[in-house]
């Protein structure tokens, strides 16, 4: 929006996903500690078992796979993970709604994109903002890590848009 600070952009140099996975075991490791505690709970709604296993070996607390079919349960969560588009909700509105709801106070939703898509992360952030979260950070997921110094043509091949639940947002603009 205009206005907004730029968010700030990293590259986190992991593997790709398989093809029908969200994300490699590299990249739910990385995600598990950057964003929770030990403890924390954890909703997984990414397909593939490497965040799974990633909450498991980090000790966080979940609400894995299953929970598609039987709701997220009544405990706010620090953090949900998805990839796109979600696959149960009737609009990405209704659904960054739900997560809001989800979410304890500075908590976050990581949105796992491959990479190449222009228009998409667009409409995330936009519909993330209408249900009240706030865009915090893009991480960019690429194969080879830059090299200081020497100019690499970087392997992008999924792009993660981190929105919080601040205690100052707003609710919902829908």
Known sequence: MPGDPPVPVTVWPVPAPQPGESMSNAMGI?????LTHPSDLVVDLADGPQLARAII?????SHLQTVRSTGWGREAATLVVTGWPAHDAASPVEFFVRCRASLVPGG??????????IITPADVII???QAGLAYLQHIVAADRPPQ???HVQLHIHTDVLI????????????
Not at 30 to 34: F, G, M
Not at 108 to 117: E, F, Q, T, W
Not at 163 to 174: I, K, V
């Open 30 to 34: 990385r995600l598990v500690h950057n």
């Open 57 to 61: 070996a980090a000790h966080r607390r």
């Open 108 to 117: 976050s939703v990581a949105v796992l994109l491959p990479h190449g898509d």
């Open 127 to 129: 519909a993330a903002r």
């Open 148 to 150: 200081r110094g020497q």
């Open 163 to 174: 929105m919080t639940h601040s205690a100052g947002n707003r609710g919902t603009d829908a």
